[in-house]
T-cell receptor
Framework: QQPVQSPQAVILREGEDAVINCSSS?????VHWYRQKHGEAPVFLMI?????EQKGHEKISASFNEKKQQSSLYLTASQLSYSGTYFC??????????FGTGTRLQVFP | EAGVAQSPRYKIIEKRQSVAFWCNPI?????LYWYQQILGQGPKLLIQ????????DSQLPKDRFSAERLKGVDSTLKIQPAKLEDSAVYLC?????????????FGPGTRLTVT
C-alpha cells in the first residue's frame, strides 16, 4: 500500500515554513524522508523508527505518530536550496520501502 | 567516501532490444537495491540484495528483467526484451545493513528511453 503524501505541491518565499505529511493505511515500522532535485538522485534526510528513535540531519525535523500511522516533515525558515521533490518511504516491517508519490516544493527569493 | 556509481547515465533503445545497467555500491555496503522511477512518481523497488543473495524480487517482472550481484559487490540489471513502458530512470542504492533502520544512498541513475 503506497503512502499518501500531502500536499502535492507547495510554493514558499525564503524564510517561510512548510509541513509535508505522509499517511499510511497500515501500521508502520519506519518512515524515511528523501529529497530529490530535478535530474538528480534522491538524498537521505531522516529516518523515524517505531519506538521513537530518529536518525538524520540536524537541520531537519520530523515527527512520527504511530497511532495515526503518519509522519510529518517540518521545514522551517526555508532556503532556496530546499527546493525539490520530497518523498516519504514507509516500511511495515524490516522489508522493502514503499515510496509515496512525492511533494514538490518550490522556494522563491 | 565515493558514492554509488552507475553507468550508463542515458540509454536510448528500440522496443524489443536488450539493455544492461551497471551499479557499484558504496564500499562496505552489504545491501543493494534497484529501483524504477517513472516520471512524476516515487521510486519503486525492483530487487534487493543482501551481499550476493536476493532478499526481495517480488516486483521484478521476471519474464523480461534479470539482475545479479556477483561477489556481493557490483550489480547488473538487464531488460530483455524492452517494452515502451520500461522508459524510466533506473536507480541503484546501497545501505550498510539490511532492514529499514538504515539510510539508503542513491546513485545518479540511468535514464532509459524505449522508442
Amino acid at each position: 500500500q503506497q503512502p499518501v503524501q500531502s500536499p502535492q505541491a507547495v510554493i514558499l518565499r525564503e524564510g517561510e515554513d512548510a509541513v509535508i505529511n505522509c499517511s499510511s493505511s497500515k501500521a508502520l515500522y519506519s518512515v524515511h524522508w528523501y529529497r530529490q532535485k530535478h535530474g538528480e538522485a534522491p538524498v537521505f534526510l531522516m529516518i523515524l523508527l517505531k519506538g521513537g528513535e530518529q536518525k538524520g540531519h540536524e537541520k531537519i525535523s520530523a515527527s512520527f505518530n504511530e497511532k495515526k500511522q503518519q509522519s510529518s516533515l517540518y521545514l522551517t525558515a526555508s532556503q532556496l536550496s530546499y527546493s525539490g521533490t520530497y518523498f516519504c518511504g514507509t516500511a511495515y516491517n524490516t522489508d522493502k520501502l514503499i515510496f509515496g508519490t512525492g511533494t514538490r516544493l518550490q522556494v522563491f527569493p | 567516501e565515493a558514492g554509488v556509481a552507475q553507468s550508463p547515465r542515458y540509454k536510448i533503445i528500440e522496443k524489443r532490444q536488450s539493455v544492461a545497467f551497471w551499479c557499484n555500491p558504496i564500499s562496505g555496503h552489504a545491501t543493494l537495491y534497484w529501483y524504477q522511477q517513472i516520471l512524476g512518481q516515487g521510486p519503486k523497488l525492483l530487487i534487493q540484495f543482501q551481499n550476493n543473495g536476493v532478499v526481495d524480487d517480488s516486483q521484478l517482472p521476471k519474464d523480461r528483467f534479470s539482475a545479479e550481484r556477483l561477489k556481493g559487490v557490483d550489480s547488473t540489471l538487464k531488460i530483455q526484451p524492452a517494452k515502451l513502458e520500461d522508459s524510466a530512470v533506473y536507480l541503484c542504492a546501497s545501505s550498510r545493513g539490511l532492514g529499514n533502520s538504515y539510510e539508503q544512498y542513491f546513485g545518479p541513475g540511468t535514464r532509459l528511453t524505449v522508442t
